[in-house]
């Protein structure tokens, strides 16, 4: 069993900067990727980026250019943490934030998501 574990989020005006954390607990499994997907209120949960552990990005339309996502490893280069550097957010990007790792057995686990808040 991984444990995902998400902090960072909150309330920020216009404009602003947050940066979002996911660790996964369990450093001996091979993770193939990770992920940030984002919900609202009657939406579908919707990728926001996603970055393999060969450091392959992907990012959603409405974030190119003002997110970055990264990954940390904990040992032997094995990812095991990815960081969500948000910047520009408008009021748009307010949602539940929510990291998904994937591991190299085709198994995903959740974090429990984290409020990111965009208002003046």
């Known amino acids: 069993q991984v444990h995902v574990v998400e902090s960072g989020g909150g309330l920020v005006q216009p404009g602003g900067s947050l940066r979002l954390s996911c660790a996964a607990s369990?450093?001996?499994?091979?993770?193939?990727?990770m992920g940030w997907y984002r919900q609202v209120p009657g939406k579908q949960r919707e990728l926001v980026a996603s970055?393999?552990?060969?450091?392959?990005?992907?990012?959603?339309?409405s974030v190119k250019g003002r997110f970055t996502i990264s990954g940390a490893s904990a040992r032997d280069n094995a990812m095991n943490t990815a960081y969500l550097q948000m910047k520009s957010l408008k009021p748009e990007d307010t949602a539940v934030y929510y990291c998904?790792?994937?591991?190299?057995?085709?198994?995903?686990?959740w974090g429990q998501g984290t409020q990111v808040t965009v208002s003046s």
């Open positions: 998904k790792v994937s591991l190299a057995t085709e198994v995903d686990y």
């Open positions: 369990e450093s001996l499994v091979e993770i193939s990727d």
């Open positions: 970055i393999t552990s060969g450091g392959r990005t992907n990012y959603a339309d």
